[in-house]
T-cell receptor, first 116, second 115 residues
Framework: AQKVTQAQTEISVVEKEDVTLDCVYE???????LFWYKQPPSGELVFLIR??????QNEISGRYSWNFQKSTSSFNFTITASQVVDSAVYFC?????????????FGTGTRLTVIP | GAGVSQSPSNKVTEKGKDVELRCDPI?????LYWYRQSLGQGLEFLIY????????KSGLPSDRFSAERTGGSVSTLTIQRTQQEDSAVYLC?????????????FGPGTRLTVT
């Protein structure tokens, strides 16, 4: 079975603080993909990153960075020097060949509020 | 180019009525997905279309839900005899064909309220 857990329901930080959003996943597949999506107040999901299960190299994109650790089944997302525009709901998601399709299994999301 | 579009953006209906939600995918995307986002919940997969293949309906919650995709492009999600628990945001996504891991592009969603 596929499962994604985002234990943090809501997080509030003051602008310029760093913040880490946690994501823990479960799958029996050895080949799978992990995603992060951002959902701003407008409602439209925006793709942020995709990693496959064979690539544990961490990735940095500007103020965003991702830490993928298979040993702990985690794919955490860190925003450095947060800004008000980062306020959104962030979803972690999983897809794998076992599902037989491209449908994504999403976590319940973490609502991030950045206070100016 | 144009992104995924959905209509209507908001729909209020009375319990027991049927509703149709429409999705226009990105041109050239052969894969199309429907998801449901209920208040306080994550996104729940409903149905997946890939080209002319039989759709994956494994996520549809009941036989009141159905979807079709005409001409390999526009899709309509139909909910019959709506119930209050059907109130949610219905999101459509499209992608290029491929194996698991392809990026999905989401539309703005249709907010359905069943009174």
């Amino acid at each position: 079975a596929q499962k994604v857990t985002q234990a943090q329901t809501e997080i509030s930080v003051v602008e310029k603080e760093d913040v880490t959003l946690d994501c823990v996943y479960e799958t029996r597949d050895t080949t799978y993909y992990l995603f992060w999506y951002k959902q701003p107040p407008s409602g439209e999901l925006v793709f942020l990153i995709r990693r496959n299960s064979f690539d544990e190299q961490n990735e940095i994109s500007g103020r965003y960075s991702w830490n993928f650790q298979k040993s702990t089944s985690s794919f955490n997302f860190t925003i450095t020097a947060s800004q008000v525009v980062d306020s959104a709901v962030y979803f972690c998601a999983l897809s794998s060949f076992q599902t037989g399709a491209n449908n994504l299994f999403f976590g319940t999301g973490t609502r991030l509020t950045v206070i100016p | 180019g144009a992104g995924v579009s959905q209509s209507p953006s908001n729909k209020v209906t009375e319990k027991g009525k049927d509703v149709e939600l429409r999705c226009d995918p990105i041109s050239g995307h052969t894969a199309l997905y429907w998801y449901r986002q209920s208040l306080g919940q994550g996104l729940e997969f409903l149905i997946y279309f890939q080209g002319n293949s039989a759709p994956d309906k494994s996520g549809l919650p009941s036989d009141r839900f159905s979807a079709e995709r005409t001409g390999g492009s526009v899709s309509t999600l139909t909910i019959q005899r709506t119930q209050q628990e059907d109130s949610a945001v219905y999101l459509c996504a499209s992608s290029t064909p491929g194996l698991a891991g392809v990026e999905q592009y989401f539309g703005p969603g249709t907010r359905l309220t069943v009174t």
